[in-house]
């Protein structure tokens, strides 16, 4: 069935960066977007961006404008988030999830990525 | 940006009990939001997209309704399974924008 499974939890340390991955299961890859949504610990949730799987263009938030790269690999239809930079504040479960052919819906999510950043 | 104000920000209330949660953009968004629910320790599940159309799958006790600035989501019978925390989101224009939720309990 349609599923996405991303990799695992991550610590960091500031100033480093991290790079979550998440491989789609049950549809074609490449599709729909993909959209990556984050939550703070005890917070709400907030969208972080959105990516094209066919030609990899891509809308990022302000907030993340110079420190976040969206790609997606075809062959392995996995996509990626990477976040440079870290600060403690970046310390969230950051999600994956299927989104349309424009930003917008988000009918499949990710189990989430549990990112800590401490020194 | 687009604010999304959800109210109230928590509830509880009793198995079988209707409840309604008020979501409000701060300009017009058409029909162009959605809802999700998220149970403790889970990812979020979409629930209502298009401010009224029930997601495949989805118990036909949830709804959704309005347009423009104001939205409201209802839980016709509330189960013990619903506990958890929905949040309204709007996709009219970037970024896409979240209400900060609004927490379920049984009383």
């Known amino acids: 069935q349609v599923h996405l499974v991303q990799s695992g939890d991550e610590v960091k340390k500031p100033g480093a960066s991290v790079k979550v991955s998440c491989k789609a299961y049950?549809?074609?890859?490449?599709?729909?977007?993909i959209s990556w949504v984050r939550q703070a610990p005890g917070q709400g949730l907030e969208w972080m961006g959105w990516?094209?799987?066919?030609?990899?263009?891509?809308h990022y938030a302000q907030t993340f404008q110079g420190r976040v790269t969206m790609t997606t690999v075809t062959s392995t239809s996995t996509a990626y988030m990477e976040l440079r930079n870290l600060r403690s504040d970046d310390t969230a479960l950051y999600f994956c999830?299927?989104?349309?052919?424009?930003?917008?819906?988000?009918?499949?999510w990710g189990k989430g990525t549990t990112v800590i950043v401490s020194s | 940006d687009i604010q999304m104000t959800q109210s109230p920000s928590s509830l509880s209330a009793s198995v079988g009990d209707r409840v309604t949660i008020t979501c409000q953009a701060s300009?017009?968004?058409?029909?162009?939001l959605n809802w999700y629910q998220q149970k403790p320790g889970q990812a979020p599940n979409l629930l209502i997209y298009?401010?009224?159309n029930l997601e495949t799958g989805v118990p036909s006790r949830f709804s959704g309704s309005g347009s423009g600035t104001k939205f409201t989501f209802t839980i016709n019978s509330l189960q013990p399974e619903d506990v958890a925390t929905y949040y309204c989101?709007?996709?009219?224009?970037?970024?896409?924008?979240f209400g900060g939720g609004t927490k379920v309990e049984i009383k």
């Open positions: 298009d401010a009224s």
């Open positions: 300009q017009d968004i058409y029909n162009y």
């Open positions: 989101q709007h996709y009219e224009n970037l970024p896409l924008t």
């Open positions: 990516i094209n799987t066919y030609n990899e263009n891509t």
């Open positions: 999830t299927r989104d349309q052919t424009a930003p917008g819906t988000m009918d499949v």
């Open positions: 049950g549809y074609t890859f490449p599709g729909q977007g």
